[in-house]
C-alpha cells in the first residue's frame, strides 16, 4: 500500500519563502513529482526527484531524502500568482507504475 | 503543440441520459489516463492505455467505459450515472506508461454535474 501526507493549507506572505512539505510510505518507490493546480483548471508538472538530493528550477527548488520518506517544495520570491494547491506524486513500481497523489497543500499568498 | 485538450468543459446529465467525454493530444504519446477529481481531493486514477490497450482500471464501475480509437483520441463513455460520481475528470497523457520520470501532461478537465 502507500500512504502519501501533505498539509492541507499554507499561508505565506508575498516575496517569502514557503516550504512544502511531502512524507511517504511506498513499497515500490520510483519517483516524485510535485504539480501545481489552480482552481479549476490542469495540475501542471513542477519538479521530479528520483534521487536524493535537491533540484533546483527558477523560483522552485525540490528536495528529496529516499531514506526518510520525505519530500519538499520550496518556493521562493512568492507572488500572488503562486496562490494555488500543490499535489506530491509518487510513482509506485509495485502499482504498475503508477502516480499516486497525495491531498495537495492548498497554499494562500497574501499581500 | 503540449496541449491536451477535453471537451466539453462543462457538462450536466441526467441519471438516465448517455454523454461522452473527449480527450485530444498530438505530442506523440503513448499513454493516455483519466482521472477522476473531488472539490479539494487529489485526482483518483481511473484508466491506463498503453499503446492503445486498457492496461489498467482501477475496479471503475461498468457505467463508465473507456475507449481509445487511436493513439492521440481517448474518450470516456458515460451511461446511467449517480449524483456522487459528479466531479472533476482529468485527462492526461505521458510518453510512455509508468516509466520513471514520465511526468504527466494534464487536460483542464470537464467539470461534470449529475442531477
Known amino acids: 500500500g502507500q500512504n502519501i501526507d501533505q498539509p492541507t493549507e499554507m499561508t505565506a506572505t508575498e516575496g517569502a519563502i514557503v516550504q512544502i512539505n511531502c512524507t511517504y510510505q511506498?513499497?515500490?518507490?520510483?519517483?516524485l513529482f510535485w504539480y501545481q493546480q489552480h482552481a479549476g483548471e490542469a495540475p501542471t508538472f513542477l519538479s521530479y526527484n528520483v534521487l536524493d538530493g535537491l533540484e533546483e528550477k527558477g523560483r522552485f527548488s525540490s528536495f528529496l531524502s529516499r531514506s526518510k520518506g520525505y519530500s519538499y517544495l520550496l518556493l521562493k520570491e512568492l507572488q500572488m500568482k503562486d496562490s494555488a494547491s500543490y499535489l506530491c506524486a509518487v510513482r509506485d513500481d509495485n502499482q504498475g507504475g503508477k502516480l499516486i497523489f497525495g491531498q495537495g497543500t492548498e497554499l494562500s499568498v497574501k499581500p | 503543440d503540449t496541449e491536451v485538450t477535453q471537451t466539453p468543459k462543462h457538462l450536466v446529465m441526467g441519471m438516465t441520459n448517455k454523454k461522452s467525454l473527449k480527450c485530444e493530444q498530438h505530442m506523440g504519446h503513448r499513454a493516455m489516463y483519466w482521472y477522476k477529481q473531488k472539490a479539494k481531493k487529489p485526482p483518483e486514477l481511473m484508466f491506463v492505455?498503453?499503446?492503445?490497450?486498457?492496461?489498467i482500471n482501477e475496479s471503475v464501475p461498468s457505467r463508465f467505459s473507456p475507449e481509445c480509437p487511436n493513439s492521440s483520441l481517448l474518450n470516456l463513455h458515460l451511461h446511467a450515472l449517480q449524483p456522487e460520481d459528479s466531479a472533476l475528470y482529468l485527462c492526461a497523457s505521458s510518453l510512455l506508461a509508468g516509466k520513471g520520470n514520465e511526468k504527466l501532461f494534464f487536460g483542464s478537465g470537464t467539470q461534470l454535474s449529475v442531477l
Open positions: 492505455y498503453s499503446y492503445e490497450k486498457l492496461s
Open positions: 511506498t513499497s515500490g518507490f520510483n519517483g
